[in-house]
């Protein structure tokens, strides 16, 4: 079984929906992280979480909000949709190792909102 | 704020050598390198640190000039699992732990 999943693998909504994309690992990493992806842009930091109780924005959080429901568990909202959301989302998972440490990705998940 | 890397692309043929640069206009602590494969998720090669040396995964190494502020990393002898886009995240030596990624490189290689 994988680390760490992402469901749904895929979604298609339309705009002003409220969705949530989830995120489970069983790596048992206190770090968590979430990321968008676009063409020609790379990966930015939408929200990361150290702990349950630490949650943090990340450079592009705007339009998004996060719960860390467990160590294992970390949910991404979309309280209301729009077109420029349309992206693959990943989230990350890493376990720090003195000052930096190695990021475990999910497979991602690729919205669409239409 | 985000690194630069070059170049966006290269095309190889099998077994040529290819060179991916990322250089930050910031003071960084640490430089971050991933991989990632068409349709899949990004997967880590090596991360190199501030006073670190050059590390190395089997013909694909890396060095990191804390004075420029540039990583490059190196693939030798390509071969076809090399293909992919690679990715350089970069950590300040003031963040908290955030990494800043660059655009990305795309690799091609040819048989």
């Known amino acids: 079984d994988a680390d760490v999943t992402q469901t749904p693998r895929n979604r298609i909504t339309k705009t002003g929906k409220r969705i949530m994309l989830e995120c489970s690992q069983t790596?048992?990493?206190?770090?968590m992280y979430w990321y968008r992806q676009d063409p020609g842009l790379g990966l930015r930091l939408i929200y990361y979480?150290?702990?349950?109780?630490?949650?943090n924005k990340g450079e592009i959080s705007d339009g998004y909000s996060v719960s860390r429901q467990a160590q294992a568990k970390f949910s991404l909202s979309l309280e209301s949709a729009i077109p420029n959301q349309t992206a693959l989302y990943f989230c990350a998972t890493s376990d720090l190792q003195g000052r930096s440490d190695t990021q475990y990705f999910g497979p991602g998940t690729r919205l669409t909102v239409l | 704020q985000q690194p630069v890397q070059s170049p966006q692309a290269v095309i190889l043929r099998e077994g040529e050598d290819a060179v991916i640069n990322c250089s930050s206009s910031k003071a960084l602590y640490s430089v971050h390198w991933y991989r990632q494969k068409h349709g899949e998720a990004p997967v880590f090669l090596m991360i190199?640190?501030?006073g670190g040396e050059q590390k190395g995964h089997d013909k694909i190494s890396a060095s990191f000039n804390e004075k420029k502020q540039q990583s490059s990393l190196y693939l030798t002898a390509s071969q076809l699992s090399y293909s992919g886009t690679y990715f350089c995240?970069?950590?300040?030596?003031?963040?908290?732990?955030?990494?800043?990624w660059g655009a990305g490189t795309k690799l091609i290689i040819k048989p």
């Open positions: 979480s150290f702990d349950v109780k630490d949650i």
């Open positions: 995240g970069t950590e300040r030596g003031d963040s908290n732990y955030q990494l800043i």
């Open positions: 790596k048992g990493h206190d770090r």
């Open positions: 190199l640190l501030k």
